[in-house]
């Protein structure tokens, strides 16, 4: 007897209140299929999920199934830049999760199929699987179309500075803005919207090749489609969300993220996603495998192309099959078989060699955009796990993304407590080359822990700030940052973490090959450690949290309820 069944005769209004919707009495008694999408107008990556809702209800229809469409929209970062709105960013994922949750408490459902594209959304998606422990399917959105000449939306940050300084005018800079997104689906680059479809798929829950499809194409309707029949496969075989989100398939997840230069962001949100299955996803996993692992597919922003051009050149099945030495192959997926047994499928049936057909359009070569582990982009992978006497539970670096001049650098603090001030710092001069950028209070206990995206594009803009500025805080970075930019520093400054004592003019020491990060000087002045011990024990003796008591709301209740962004910024 199934879930949906063990309800129904429980309650016997389930029948007759279904039967006042589109249920016809023969339905009743099908397998029950939660469609849970966000889709919504809140931005493109989640307007166009309709089509693949609609996709997925025929799947399911075809395969003598009954389903029912929920949504709960997500907020986009780029729209939630630069005010109060990035502040409930991270705290939007906890939302959707917990709506997920009680759509499939509340219902006789018997499986799920969630359908998300973006940032919050799909680790939403992912916890609420964890956490529920069904039969369930992911089904990414998809990326939009790269726009002339390459443009993706990431680039329009620059040219947002460049116009403040009048590099280019009014005119110029609106045709950019218009031309950045020319359709629905995630953003073009390995943000973290394409970072998480990715980790989707690397952990097994979502058919083999559907991350990262162009929207624009045919095919992801189809894939939706499948998806549709195979979650009823997974119910008639009782395979659930657990029997997929091993340990392993999460060591696959951070190997898989090595590779492809993957957004920071996905330290917060694979640690989560593990914790609903008791899997306890430490940071140092991460830099053990980054230090082993080569990044080799070339996708901005660490990289040269859009992710389009990742699909066509075998997506993540070609990833995996380029580094199945380090893959666990027998976990199993949702498409009832191991992954070693997809990967073989995949190889056999030709599919990346027709992807791969779309590269000719662009006169490129599949070895363009993933390169050979023998021919890496980079030997190592993109991610290094510091810790020090500024971060001692550690802090997050992607140094793909940074000029190796500045793998070890010594420069001088400039505190701020928002990015605002920071990035207006940074646009009128402050900033000097060499200057460390500090922002405190930005950490999930202190602001929601928005992204300091404005900030790091500002340094980027400015050549003579790239190779030579730092920014470090507790707070969290845009999958799309550039540049050297060291993040989830805990503890956070709320909780009295050393952040919170770093004044102007103290000396801090980024050292990426070391793993390190640390105050080495009070006023300009180099100091050994046991001085700067005792500097910081004294300015901790006045120190006192920001005073956030007066606040209401959602926000309020995630900053008493959050735990540190090295565990996963999620609430208890």
């Not at 209070?441 to 050549?463: L, N, V």
């Not at 007066?550 to 309020?556: A, P, Q, V």
Request: charged residues 20%; negative net charge; contains cysteine.
């Amino acid at each position: 007897m199934g879930r949906s069944e063990e309800i129904r005769k429980i309650g016997p209004e389930i029948d007759a209140l279904r039967q006042g919707m589109d249920w016809h009495v023969n339905d009743l008694d099908r397998v029950q299929i939660l469609i849970e999408s966000t889709q919504g107008s809140s931005h493109p990556g989640s307007f166009g999920l309709k089509d693949l809702v609609e996709e997925v209800e025929k799947g399911v229809i075809y395969a003598q199934g009954k389903p029912g469409q929920y949504t709960v929209t997500d907020i986009c970062d780029g729209i939630a830049q630069g005010h109060e709105g990035m502040s409930y960013s991270l705290l939007s994922r906890e939302i959707i999760a917990g709506m997920v949750e009680i759509h499939a408490k509340a219902n006789p459902v018997d499986g799920l199929v969630l359908i998300s594209s973006c940032d919050k959304a799909l680790p939403a998606h992912l916890m609420a699987a964890a956490r529920l422990n069904m039969p369930t399917i992911h089904v990414p959105g998809g990326v939009m179309l790269a726009g002339p000449d390459g443009l993706t939306l990431e680039q329009v940050g620059t040219y947002s500075v460049w116009h403040r300084k009048g590099e280019i005018n009014d005119e110029q800079f609106c045709r950019l803005k218009t031309a950045s997104c020319p359709t629905c689906g995630a953003c073009q680059f390995m943000g973290t919207a394409g970072t998480m479809q990715v980790m989707s798929e690397a952990l097994g829950l979502s058919l083999p090749g559907t991350a990262t499809i162009p929207y624009a194409l045919k095919t992801i309707r189809t894939l939706a489609r499948d998806a549709g029949v195979q979650i009823i496969r997974l119910v008639e075989k009782e395979i659930k969300a657990r029997d997929i989100l091993t340990y392993e398939a999460f060591y696959n997840a951070v190997v898989i993220h090595a590779a492809i230069s993957g957004s920071t962001n996905a330290l917060l949100h694979l640690p989560a996603i593990a914790r609903e299955v008791g899997i306890d996803l430490e940071p140092s996993l991460f830099d053990e495998v980054n230090k082993k692992v080569p990044f080799i597919v070339n996708t901005r922003p660490a990289g040269k192309y859009a992710t389009e051009l990742f699909w066509y050149a075998g997506g993540v099945p070609a990833v995996m099959l380029a580094l199945k030495e380090f893959l666990n192959l027998d976990v199993l997926t949702c498409t009832g078989m191991t992954l070693g047994d997809n990967l073989q499928f995949i190889k056999d049936s030709g599919w990346i060699q027709a992807n791969n057909g779309y590269l000719n359009n662009y006169r490129l070569k599949p070895e363009d955009i993933i390169s050979p582990p023998n021919r890496p982009l980079q030997s190592q992978g993109s991610i290094a796990v510091l810790k020090g006497n500024l971060a001692p539970e550690g802090s997050v670096v992607k140094h793909s993304a940074i000029n190796p001049e500045m793998h070890v650098h010594v420069g001088p603090a400039k505190v701020f407590g928002d990015e605002l001030s920071a990035r207006e710092a940074v646009l009128t001069g402050e900033i000097k080359p060499g200057d460390v950028i500090v922002v405190s209070y930005a950490g999930p206990k202190g602001s929601g822990m928005p992204e300091m995206f404005y900030t790091t594009e500002a340094i980027a803009a400015d050549p003579q700030l790239i190779s030579t500025t730092a920014l470090v805080t507790d707070g969290r970075f845009s999958g799309a940052t550039r540049g050297p930019a060291i993040g989830h520093v805990s503890p956070e400054a709320q909780e009295g973490g050393p952040i919170a004592l770093v004044e102007d003019g103290d000396l801090i020491k980024i050292d990426i090959p070391g793993r390190t990060i640390n105050i080495v000087g009070i006023n300009n002045k180099h100091l050994n450690p046991e001085e700067i011990s005792e500097v910081l024990k004294e300015r901790q003796k006045y120190w006192q949290p920001k005073n956030n008591s007066s606040e209401k709301g959602i926000l309020s209740i995630y900053k008493k309820l959050a735990v540190s962004a090295m565990a996963g910024g999620y609430m208890r």
